[in-house]
């Protein structure tokens, strides 16, 4: 073999090992797009701070026993692991990332991780490859088939709006409030503060809003052909919007401090002088109480409501849905506490 021959299937060899290189980083980080329909989290959830989310039988979850470190669990509460020790909040998940806001990190990371700053973060659904998107303050946010929907506070005024999932678009919606956790077949649904509470719809395909209801919606929450909502003109009891009879029907008078709906019940924490955490059927038949006393942070997965008694960050309880019973969610920690050993 000649030395000029030799020198050109060296050139060849390295432009190929160079491209091959070059191919493989591109693939690695190409951002895969959503199937169509997704949604990123239930309104219900984000209305309580996004600390669950589900997506095909795999619950992703901020686990309070280890500081709010981001786990993952079976939607049956069996296999969980820990993905992350930053502490995770408004969690969202859709095709193959997960999405949440970081602020600071977990009592069990570590300096380094104490140290951290603010930020909205897209990750692998394993928590492996994390990628920060920004550093707003995020108050709520939402995912839309390939875009996030975000409220972040802005320095004068709250911001709203959309960043395609891959970073490559980003367009300011509105210099007001529009919280976009109601969302549902391309729409997001939302309570206008401006307009004393009415409820309005975003369709996302033309980020066009329009007037749906001269309501006082309060929280809505989306649940098949009803919007649960709490009634700001009517001491906050709870009530529901027939989108397709455009009707109202309140479904208690209790005043209601929050609530969550999903699997063919209701839960609300009742406020008052003997305050309660109810359950009912999502009709409002079949009330009963499953807890007395004061509980926060209502979250819901296909099997299971989650819940935190008011002025305890730590303890974490559970409940088959539509249980009469509830019990500390030892599962969680205990994995908390395998952690450190």
């Known amino acids: 073999m000649s030395r ?10 390295a432009a190929a090992l160079f491209t091959a290189v070059l191919l493989f980083f591109i693939l690695s980080n190409r951002i895969t797009m959503n199937p169509p329909g997704t949604i990123g989290n239930t309104a219900g959830n984000l209305h309580n701070g ?52 970081q602020m600071g990190a ?16 897209r990750t692998t659904l394993d928590g492996s490859r994390t990628t920060g998107l920004n550093r707003d303050i995020i108050a709520k946010a939402q995912l ?10 802005g320095e004068e005024n709250p911001q709203f709006y959309k960043l395609k999932i891959d970073e490559s678009e980003q367009t300011v919606l509105a210099d007001y409030e529009i919280d976009p956790s109601c969302a549902a077949a391309g729409m997001i649904y939302y309570s206008d503060p401006q307009s004393g509470h ?19 919606v309060g929280y809505p929450v989306i649940q098949g052909d009803f919007i649960y909502y709490m009634d700001v003109e009517s001491n906050y009891c709870l009530c529901r919007y027939s989108l397709s009879q455009g009707t109202a ?12 709906v999903g699997g063919g019940y209701v839960y609300y924490q009742k406020n008052g002088d003997t305050p ?7 009709d409002g038949t079949g009330a009963f109480v499953l807890a007395e006393g004061n509980y926060t942070k209502l979250h819901m997965t296909s099997q299971y409501v989650y819940f935190q008694e008011f002025g305890n960050d730590t303890a974490l309880y559970h409940s088959p849905l539509g249980s009469a019973g509830y019990e500390i969610f030892s599962g969680a920690r205990d994995a908390a506490i395998a952690e450190t050993q």
């Open 50 to 101: 996004g600390l669950f989310c589900e997506l095909d039988g795999t619950v992703y979850f901020s686990n309070s026993y280890d500081g709010g470190s981001l786990y993952a669990m079976d939607s049956s509460e069996e296999n969980i692991r820990k993905l992350s020790s930053v502490n995770a909040q408004n969690i969202l998940a859709g095709g193959d990332y997960l999405y949440y806001f």
């Open 198 to 216: 009415s409820l309005y719809q975003l369709n996302t395909s033309s980020d066009t809003a329009s007037l749906l209801w001269e309501g006082s």
């Open 249 to 260: 029907q309140t479904l208690t008078t209790d005043r209601v401090d929050c609530f969550n």
């Open 106 to 121: 977990s009592g069990n990371a570590g300096m380094g991780y104490v140290l951290s700053v603010r930020s909205f973060n």
């Open 144 to 153: 839309v088939d390939n875009y996030l929907y975000i409220l972040a506070a």
């Open 276 to 282: 309660q955490l109810i359950c009912m059927r999502e």
């Open 4 to 13: 000029k021959f030799r020198t050109i299937a060296i050139a060849l060899l």
